[in-house]
């Protein structure tokens, strides 16, 4: 069975500074991978999901992120963090065939001033 | 708007009573599905649905039931509830590609 790992629970990141959030998936496949935002008290909000083709995806509110197969890793980048952006982020995979996506434990960031 | 609509959105519950959460979407999407979000453990599937009759269970389906007699409809019941299952219930639709649409959630306190 497919697996996900951020093995960032939390992490605090200056307004204005760069982040990266770290998932890592286990699969044998190609799974295809997402990247959701979730304010406190709010529904998922798909920031930008990865199925085939270029590597490195465009999402929106600036974020990006990275497909690197040989490390089985799906990063989530954004050059320079707001305030706003302070939320708890789920990294998913999903497998091809199956209807159901496996959800990483989150990673709460944090913007300080 | 189309979309996943889940209601209600808080329920307080007493030990033991069981009621049940809508789900319903309105995009025709064959595959549905339940989660629950706990703290510090993600988004984990509870059941889920590839079709009207055809239903399964994922990683936490104990205490939980569903059924599924129209492509439209995807409720998930709690027969007897326990503390335990004091949760965010996210229902989730999906479409014959990679598209996911999720419900805005239920809030369950189980007291």
């Known amino acids: 069975a497919q697996s996900v790992t951020q093995p960032d629970i939390h992490i605090t990141v200056s307004e204005g500074a760069s982040l990266e959030l770290r998932c890592n998936y286990s699969?044998?496949?190609?799974?295809?991978l997402f990247w959701y935002v979730q304010s406190p008290g709010q529904g998922l909000q798909l920031l930008l999901k990865?199925?085939?083709?270029?590597?490195l995806v465009q999402g929106i509110k600036g974020f990006e992120a990275e497909f690197k197969r040989s490390q089985s890793s799906f990063n989530l980048r954004k050059p320079s963090v707001h305030w706003s952006d302070a939320a708890e982020y789920f990294c998913?995979?999903?497998?091809?065939?199956?209807?159901?996506?496996?959800f990483g434990k989150g990673t709460m960031l944090l913007v300080s001033p | 708007n189309a979309g996943v609509t889940q209601t209600p959105k808080f329920q307080v519950l007493k030990t033991g009573q069981s009621m049940t959460l809508q789900c319903a979407q309105d995009?025709?999407?064959?595959?549905m599905s339940w989660y629950r979000q706990d703290p510090g453990m993600g988004l984990r599937l509870i059941h889920y649905?590839?079709?009207?009759?055809?239903?399964d269970q994922g990683e936490v389906p104990n205490g939980y039931n569903v059924s599924r007699s129209t492509t439209e409809d995807f409720p998930l019941r709690l027969l007897s509830a326990a503390p335990s299952q004091t949760s965010v219930y996210f229902c989730?639709?999906?479409?014959?590609?990679?598209?996911?649409?999720f419900g805005s959630g239920t809030r369950l306190t189980v007291v």
């Open positions: 989730a639709s999906k479409d014959r590609g990679y598209g996911y649409t």
């Open positions: 699969y044998g496949a190609t799974p295809y």
């Open positions: 990865y199925f085939s083709g270029d590597t």
């Open positions: 998913a995979v999903g497998v091809e065939g199956y209807s159901t996506l496996t």
């Open positions: 995009m025709n999407h064959e595959y």
């Open positions: 649905s590839v079709g009207a009759g055809i239903t």
